[in-house]
């Protein structure tokens, strides 16, 4: 059944509706509410909503979203909002999320021609051309998989090495960024063992990360 515009608007008097019923005061007390401990920076796929799947309630998560979400150190709309996110509202953990069967790091790895996007994706497909060794010792079914880990584990970094993270710990501001990885199939969380809460001892943190996504099963329904 297709939805129109006017329906989104019906839905959404209906939802505030039934949130106010439910929980009375519930959009005053939001109003004055934007101290979140977390900033989610995950794709733009709109199978994964950050709220939902880590049962937080609207300002405790701040979120930012891209194709393939992308940590990239000439994108400034990523850089600021990481900025705001750990120097404005003070967040104590970014979670760097990717998804398992997401489009854009499947397009990367295919060497798929979109058209402007094919800019944005390079980015992935420098991951890819990275990691060729690693990926090569992966049967075929199982690479897509593993390259939205490697993207995410390559992403983390890049977080630790803007110069908003590396300030926030000269500062000795306590901020911890984490790699992780969504399950469409089967809505669950995945830790791909990169977890940074300062730049020492980062080098190995990144190679046992690495050795995780070359040892980890690849069955074929995955």
């Not at 999320?97 to 402007?116: M, N, P, T």
């Not at 977080?159 to 911890?176: E, F, N, P």
């Not at 940074?196 to 001892?201: F, T």
């Amino acid at each position: 059944m297709s939805t129109s515009i006017e329906d989104l608007f019906d839905h959404n008097r209906l939802w505030a509706a039934q949130m106010e019923r439910e929980r009375p005061g519930f959009f005053s007390k939001l109003r004055n509410q934007q101290s979140p401990k977390y900033m989610w920076i995950g794709c733009s796929d709109s199978r994964v909503p950050a709220n939902q799947i880590t049962g937080l309630e609207p300002g405790e998560v701040f979120v930012h979203r891209n194709v393939a979400n992308l940590v990239v150190h000439s994108d400034l709309n990523a850089l600021s909002t990481i900025q705001f996110a750990v120097e404005r509202l003070q967040v104590e953990h970014v979670m760097v999320v990717g998804h398992y069967g997401c489009s854009g790091v499947r397009a990367a790895l295919e060497g798929a021609r979109i058209g402007l996007a094919d800019n944005w994706l390079r980015h992935i497909q420098d991951v890819r051309d990275r990691h060729r060794v690693l990926l090569e010792g992966i049967a075929e079914h199982g690479r897509p998989n593993a390259m939205v880990e490697l993207n995410v584990i390559e992403q983390v970094l890049n977080v630790t090495h803007s110069t908003v993270l590396k300030d926030a710990w000269l500062r000795g501001q306590k901020v911890t960024v984490h790699g992780w990885v969504y399950g469409v199939h089967d809505g669950l969380l995945q830790d791909v063992g990169l977890s940074v809460a300062s730049h020492e001892g980062l080098e190995p943190l990144y190679r046992a990360a690495l050795g995780r996504v070359a040892a980890r099963p690849r069955p074929l329904e995955a």
